[in-house]
């Protein structure tokens, strides 16, 4: 295992793991809570993986996943009297989200335990997770008395609406069990099997060819939330493939394994 250096090195871990990269959010005694630096650490981690890894998982140190914008940090700055301006402090944290949404790679949440305001929006935007059994995953915004910015919205175009509003409007708590009943989250695990089950999917997805896993997280954006419909699916998986063999060799390599008898990457019967 390779250990990269540079930005965040204690806030933000960073770990190749070869097929994927690891990183780790690493403020356990703030439950992993982003302050301005962690925020700031974690942009720099993703600029570091542009085009370095097909696939990073994201977990935590400690008893947290994340705990969202770290709001003792916002308090405090109001209390001193600083300047301090809330909407640049959100409009940041939308920019860490929005990162991980543009960003080539896939994103695989691995939520090993407390999720809570932004933590479940970092759920969202990953392309992939999987949480422990063990893991409490919420919004509590509405005992502050506001309305989740970041959270709510990923929240009710990722879930159906009844669950949604049960998230946002009692600021109650849910397991890894129901989060993967209600589809937050794609299979729950004991803790003590988490990251072996993140390992086994971050290189079952890192055999595939670089350019057709970026191309067809793209058309996973637009599919249903610009195009709804049938005929204009279909135009598009045309456009994409197109796009697909223009950049990469790999439909015309996999078709001539196929043709000589061979396997090709994730072919076959799984587990």
């Not at 308090?75 to 409009?91: K, Q, S, V």
């Not at 999917?201 to 896993?213: H, K, M, S, V, Y």
């Amino acid at each position: 295992m390779i250990e990269f250096p540079g930005a965040g090195d204690d806030l933000i871990q960073l770990e190749d793991r070869g097929a994927y990269a690891l990183l780790r959010f690493n403020r356990p005694d703030k439950r992993n809570a982003m302050n301005s630096a962690a925020r700031k650490a974690f942009l720099a981690r993703l600029a570091q993986l542009h085009g370095t890894h097909k696939v990073v998982v994201l977990t935590g140190n400690g008893p947290g996943f994340c705990s969202g914008v770290d709001l003792k940090e916002a308090a405090a700055a109001e209390a001193a009297g600083t300047d301090y301006d809330r909407e640049a402090l959100e409009r940041e944290w939308m920019s860490v989200l929005l990162a991980i949404h543009r960003h080539p790679a896939v994103f695989i949440a691995a939520v090993n335990g407390f999720a809570l305001g932004g933590g479940s929006s970092l759920i969202h935007v990953c392309d992939l997770a999987i949480a422990a059994d063990e893991a409490e995953i919420g919004m509590p915004e509405m005992g502050f008395g506001t309305y989740p910015g970041m959270a709510g919205p990923a929240t009710q175009l990722r879930l159906l609406p009844k669950h949604a509003a049960y998230m946002i409007l009692t600021a109650s708590r849910i397991d890894g069990r129901t989060a993967e009943r209600w589809g937050m989250v794609n299979k729950s695990v004991p803790l003590a099997r988490l990251l072996d089950e993140a390992d086994a999917l971050a290189r079952r997805i890192g055999q595939f060819d670089t350019t057709a896993l970026a191309e067809s997280r793209k058309a996973l954006g637009l599919v249903p939330g610009q195009i709804s419909d049938l005929a204009g699916g279909f135009e598009l998986g045309l456009s994409v493939n197109a796009g697909i063999r223009a950049r990469s060799s790999a439909r015309r390599d996999g078709l001539g394994r196929f043709a000589a008898g061979e396997k090709n990457p994730g072919q076959g019967r799984q587990s």
